[in-house]
């Protein structure tokens, strides 16, 4: 289980799993409950990529970022963390 702390939303959290590059478990801890648990159940079981590309640079209001942008970010962030450099 990932956890990735947002940045300039509403929820605090955002937890998930990725197994073989499948997107797993979303949760989101503060936010708009309903609309982020119906985020959760869409992008689980789809490929880490499609769920970056489909979800990265989503605006909320007037802010520059919104709770799925962070998950996409999240994402990114942790597909980037597990690429091995050859060595």
Sequence with gaps: MFEYETRGVCSKKIQF????NIVRKVSFLGGCNGNLQGIGSLVEGMKVEEVINRLEGIKCGGKNTSCPAQLAIALRQQAVSQVVPNA
């Design 17 to 20: 799993e990725i197994q073989d």
